[in-house]
């Protein structure tokens, strides 16, 4: 179950580290910055987006398909640091991909 979007990298061969990034019903930003520091140096960032069941579940539908909270801010901060960024999206239904094709070195869904 994804409770906040996660940010995994991969620094060559030495090691992989994985970091909670923004809650997913919030609007806070504040752990964005310490996000961008930890991939700052690696090579490849998977960067995991979505939503719960807070937002959407049997018999209760969402009332669009953005991404909610500030995940599509912290996702503009990580394009911000040109490396390959591989998105997975982890959702019921559909995700709007507004703005965000062609960005992303891959999208699993």
């Excluded at 901060?77 to 995700?95: C, S, Y």
Aim: hydrophobic share 40%; with cysteine.
């Amino acid at each position: 179950r994804l409770t906040r979007p996660t940010l995994v990298c991969n620094h060559g061969k030495e090691f992989t580290v994985a970091a909670a990034g923004v809650d997913v019903d919030s609007r806070n930003t504040s752990d964005v910055e310490r996000i961008l520091q930890l991939a700052a140096d690696r090579d490849l960032i998977v960067l995991c987006l979505g939503n719960t069941k807070t937002q959407e579940q049997e018999g209760f539908d969402r009332k669009d398909t953005a991404l909610p909270g500030q995940q599509y801010a912290l996702f503009e901060a990580v394009l911000t640091l040109r490396k390959p960024v591989v998105l997975v999206l982890v959702n019921g239904g559909q995700i709007a991909l507004d703005g965000m094709t062609g960005y992303p070195s891959a999208i699993i869904e």
